[in-house]
C-alpha cells in the first residue's frame, strides 16, 4: 500500500525536473551503448578467432596428413630394398608412389647417404653420387634423424629445376645398423595447394610459411617481406619432424573498430538525443506526440542499419519458427549459400532444402529440442542449393525461449564445410589407393603393434598365398602361430621369439598350411619401427617362395642324378679298359707263343688256350653289354607289381637248387603286397639275390632264407636275409658291388651278378644297402618308392 503511494511519488519528481531527468536518461543511455559495444567486440573478435583458429587447423592437418603420407610412401619404397641393397623394381614403384601422391616430385635411395638411384632421372642428373651426409645447409638435422631414427623434412631450398623445394629423409636400418635414406622431394608449391592455401580469403588474412635458418637459428619467412610479427594479430602451428611454422595473418584488425564506431557513435547521439528529446517532452507536451513519431522513424531507421551489419554475418543464420518448422528470418550468408531469396527459402522451408537422406534425424532433433530433451545440437548434413548442387553444411541449433517456457523459435547457425569434406573425400581416396598399392605387392604385408600384440595390418595378398580372408586373419590372435606347418612351428617361434626380444631386423624361412591344405615355403623380411628409442611396431613382408624351393629341389635332384650318372660310367670305363685289356694281353701272348711254337701239337695245345680266352672274352662283352643296356634304357617301365608273384617265380626257377641243398623260406610278405619296379628287373634282382644265398650257403648248416616286405617313411622295403658265410665287409665292403668283384672260392663265382642288381636298382631310382658278419649271414634291403 505504501509503494502503491510512493510510486506516482518517484515518477512526479522525474517530471517535476526535466533537465535532470533528460540528463540522467542520457547517461544511462550512454553506458548503456558503451557496454553493448564493448560486448559487441568481444563476440566480433571471438568469431574472428574461431574462424583463424578453424583455417589454421585445416591447412596444419592437410599438411601433416600429405607429409604422412609422403612418410608412408618412403617406408614403401625402403621395404623394396633387398638384402644386397638393392631397390626392386625401383623405377615401377617410384612411378606408382609419385601417381599416388602428387605432392612428390622426386624419389630417391641413399645408400650410406650417397645418391645411387633417382626417379625421375630427368633433369636430376647432377645429383647422382653426392653425399647428403656433407651438406653444408642440414647436417646437423640429417645427422639427428640417423640417431633418433625418424623421419625429418627440410628447406625450403631453391631447386635447379626451378621453383622452392622441401626434402624429406627417412633413414633406414638393416639388421639395426643404418644402411642409408630413402629421400622425397617435395615442391613447396604443390604441398601448400594440397594443403588448401587457394581457399583461404586473401582479402581478410596472409598465409606465412616459415623456417629455422640452420646456421643462424634466425626464423625466416616466406612469401612475405614481413620481418617482425609483435603487432600483428595471427595464429601459429608448429609442423611435426621439421623447423617449419605456419601463421595465419589478421591482414585488417582495424576493421572491427570501423562498425563498432559507427554504432557507438549512433547510440550515444541516440542517448543524447533520446535525453534531449526527453527534456523537450517534459517542457512541451503538446509535441509529445510529434516527437513520438519522430522517434519511431529513427529507431526503424536504427533498426534498418543493425540488420544491416547482422547481414554482413559471415556465417549464415535463421530463426524457424518451433512449432512449424518455417523460416522465419535469414541472413544474406544464408541466402547465398543455398542460392535462393529469403522468400524462396521460406516457402520450400526445412524438409524440401535438406538432402533426403538427412530430413529424418534432422527433424528428430528438432522435436528432441522443443521437448527439452536436449538443449541445443550440432551435426553435419546436406542441403540441395537452387542449382541442384549438393553442400555440406556445419549446423549448430538453439532454442529462443524463456526459463520454464516451450521455445516458440529456434536460432541456427550454418557454416559452409564443402570444401572440408572434398578435402577429406580425397584423403580417403588417397589411402585407398595407398592400400591398393600396398596391395599390389607379390607378398603379405603385415603390421603388429609391439604395445598391445595385436596385429594392426595384414594385406589382400594374405587370400592369394594362404587362401584365408584379411577378416580370418585379423579376427584369430594366434593366426600366425596356428597356420606354422607343425615341423617348422618350434623353430618358427623360437627364431622369432629371440629378435623379438632384441628387436633385431631380420628375415627367416618356413612352411605354412594354406586354407586348402597345401603347404607353402614362406621367407618372412620383419622390421621395427621406434618412437622416442623404443620399438613401438614391428611391420614386415611374407614372400611365397614355394615355387623357388621346388626349383631348388629339383636342381639337387638333377645335380645328384648327374653326379652318380658320371660315377657309373666313369666306373664303368675303368671296368671297360681293365678287362678288356687283360683279354688283349692274353690273346697277343698266346698268338706270338703260336708264332714260336716249334711243334704241332704245341700250336694246338696254344689254339686250345687262345678258344678259352676267346670264349672269356665273348662273355666279358655279354656282361658288358647288358650293363651297358640298364644304363642306357631310358624307357623303362616302372609299374605297380605284385611281389608274392614274382618270389613263386624266382623259387619256381631255382627249385632244383632248393631242393638240393635243402633250403627252407620264411616269407612275411602280404599277398597283395606291391612295389613299383620293372617286371624285367625284379625277377632278376629276386633271382641273383636268392641264387647267392643258396650258393654262398655255410657248410656246416643248411640254408635259411628269411624274406620281409614293410614300409619306412614313404618307401618300400624289400629285405632278403640268409645265414650263410656272410662278408667281411672292413675289408670288402667297398667293392661289395662292384664287377668281377668275388668274396668266397667257390669255383662259379664270377663277381656279376650283384654289379648288374645294383645298376638295376639305380636305373629304378632305388638303393640297396647290405649288412653282413662272416659265419653268421647276410641281409640286403632294396628301397623303392
Known amino acids: 500500500m505504501n509503494f502503491n503511494k510512493k510510486w506516482p511519488n518517484f515518477i512526479g519528481w522525474f517530471l517535476e525536473r526535466p533537465k535532470k531527468t533528460g540528463y540522467f536518461l542520457t547517461l544511462i543511455l550512454n553506458v548503456l551503448v558503451i557496454l553493448i559495444c564493448f560486448q559487441r567486440y568481444h563476440m566480433l573478435r571471438e568469431d574472428q578467432e574461431r574462424e583463424m583458429n578453424a583455417i589454421s587447423d585445416q591447412l596444419y592437418e592437410n599438411i601433416e596428413q600429405s607429409l604422412k603420407n609422403c612418410q608412408a610412401s618412403l617406408v ?100 639395426n645398423k643404418f644402411w642409408g635414406f630413402t629421400t622425397a622431394i617435395l615442391k613447396l608449391e604443390n604441398l601448400l595447394k594440397t594443403a588448401g592455401i587457394n581457399s583461404i580469403d586473401h582479402t581478410k588474412y596472409e598465409f606465412l610459411f616459415s623456417n629455422i635458418h640452420t646456421k643462424t637459428n634466425q626464423e625466416e619467412f616466406y612469401f612475405s617481406n614481413r620481418t617482425d610479427l609483435t603487432k600483428t594479430n595471427y595464429i601459429s602451428k608448429k609442423i611435426p619432424n621439421s623447423n617449419w611454422k605456419i601463421y595465419l595473418i589478421e591482414k585488417n584488425p582495424s576493421d572491427l573498430y570501423l562498425p563498432l564506431l559507427i554504432l557507438g557513435t549512433l547510440g550515444i547521439l541516440i542517448g543524447i538525443l533520446i535525453g534531449l528529446l526527453t527534456m523537450r517532452l517534459l517542457n512541451t ?13 529513427k529507431l526503424l531507421k536504427n533498426e534498418l542499419k543493425f540488420k544491416t551489419i547482422f547481414d554482413q554475418a559471415t556465417i549464415g543464420f535463421a530463426i524457424v519458427d518451433a512449432c512449424t518448422s518455417e523460416f522465419r528470418e535469414a541472413n544474406n550468408k544464408f541466402c547465398e549459400m543455398l542460392g535462393y531469396t529469403f522468400d524462396e527459402i521460406k516457402e520450400k522451408g526445412i524438409v524440401n532444402l535438406t538432402h533426403p537422406d538427412d530430413i529424418q534425424s534432422t527433424l528428430l532433433d528438432l522435436k528432441k529440442l522443443e521437448a527439452g530433451i536436449i538443449n541445443e545440437y550440432s551435426s553435419e548434413k546436406r542441403c540441395i542449393t537452387k542449382s541442384g548442387k549438393i553442400i555440406w553444411v556445419n549446423l549448430n541449433f538453439s532454442p529462443l525461449w524463456e526459463n520454464y517456457e516451450k521455445p516458440t523459435a529456434f536460432i541456427a547457425f550454418i557454416k559452409d564445410i564443402t570444401e572440408k569434406k572434398e578435402a577429406e573425400e580425397l584423403i580417403a581416396k588417397s589411402q585407398s589407393r595407398f592400400k591398393s598399392l600396398i596391395d599390389t605387392i607379390d607378398g603379405v604385408v603385415w603390421e603388429y603393434n609391439i604395445e598391445t600384440s595385436t596385429s594392426t595390418f595384414i594385406s589382400k595378398k594374405v587370400e592369394n598365398i594362404l587362401g584365408y580372408t584379411v577378416e580370418d586373419y585379423m579376427n584369430n590372435p594366434t593366426f600366425w602361430e596356428d597356420h606354422i606347418y607343425p615341423e617348422d612351428r618350434e623353430f618358427a617361434l623360437g627364431i622369432s621369439t629371440i629378435v623379438n626380444k632384441k628387436h633385431i631386423n631380420h628375415d627367416y624361412e618356413y612352411r605354412m598350411v594354406t586354407k586348402n591344405g597345401k603347404i607353402v615355403w614362406i621367407r618372412d623380411i620383419v622390421n621395427f619401427v621406434y618412437e622416442n628409442g623404443k620399438p613401438v611396431i614391428s611391420r614386415g613382408i611374407m614372400i611365397d617362395i614355394t615355387a623357388m624351393k621346388e626349383a631348388e629341389k629339383d636342381l639337387n635332384n638333377s645335380f645328384h642324378l648327374v653326379s652318380e650318372q658320371n660315377k657309373r660310367l666313369l666306373n664303368f670305363s675303368y671296368i671297360v679298359s681293365h678287362n678288356l685289356r687283360s683279354h688283349t694281353s ?104 636268392i641264387s647267392n644265398a643258396i650258393r654262398y650257403r655255410h657248410p656246416q648248416r643248411k640254408p635259411i632264407i628269411t624274406i620281409n616286405l614293410h614300409k619306412k617313411r614313404d618307401k618300400n622295403v624289400i629285405e632278403i636275409s640268409d645265414n650263410g658265410m656272410g662278408i667281411d665287409l672292413a675289408r670288402h665292403g667297398d667293392k661289395i658291388f662292384g664287377m668281377y668283384k668275388t668274396f668266397s672260392n667257390n669255383s662259379d663265382a664270377r663277381g656279376i651278378g650283384l654289379f648288374i642288381t645294383k645298376n638295376q ?16 649271414g647276410t641281409t640286403f634291403k632294396i628301397y623303392f618308392k
Not at 640 to 656: F, G, H, I, T, W
Not at 761 to 775: E, F, H, L, Q, Y
Open 586 to 689: 692274353n690273346i697277343e701272348s698266346i698268338i706270338a707263343l703260336i708264332e714260336s711254337a716249334d711243334s704241332e701239337d704245341d700250336r694246338k695245345e696254344m689254339m686250345k688256350l687262345l678258344k678259352s680266352v676267346s670264349n672269356s672274352l665273348d662273355e666279358t662283352m655279354h656282361h658288358l653289354n647288358e650293363v651297358v643296356n640298364i644304363n642306357t634304357n631310358m624307357s623303362l617301365v616302372i609299374e605297380p607289381l605284385n611281389l608274392s608273384q614274382y618270389l613263386n617265380k624266382a623259387m619256381d626257377v631255382l627249385s632244383e637248387q632248393i631242393k638240393l641243398h635243402e633250403a627252407s623260406f620264411i616269407i612275411n610278405v602280404p599277398d597283395d603286397g606291391i612295389v613299383n619296379c620293372n617286371s624285367a628287373y625284379l625277377e632278376s634282382i629276386l633271382y641273383n639275390l
Open 285 to 297: 507536451p503538446e509535441k509529445l506526440n510529434l516527437l513520438l513519431k519522430d522517434q519511431e522513424t
Open 76 to 175: 614403401l619404397l625402403a621395404f623394396t630394398i633387398n638384402d644386397n641393397g638393392i631397390p626392386q623394381d625401383f623405377d615401377k614403384v617410384s612411378k606408382e608412389l609419385i601417381k599416388t601422391n602428387p605432392i612428390i616430385s622426386t624419389l630417391q635411395v641413399d645408400p650410406g647417404g650417397i645418391i645411387k638411384y633417382i626417379y625421375p632421372m630427368q633433369g636430376n642428373e647432377k645429383a647422382m653420387n653426392l653425399n647428403i651426409l656433407d651438406s653444408k645447409y642440414n647436417k646437423k638435422e640429417i645427422l639427428n634423424s640417423i640417431k633418433t631414427k625418424k623421419i625429418f623434412f627440410a628447406g625450403p631450398l631453391k631447386l635447379k629445376q626451378g621453383g622452392m623445394g622441401i626434402f624429406a629423409w627417412l633413414p633406414v636400418y638393416k639388421d
Open 761 to 776: 636298382i639305380d636305373a629304378m631310382g632305388g638303393t640297396i644297402t647290405v649288412d653282413s658278419k662272416p659265419n653268421e
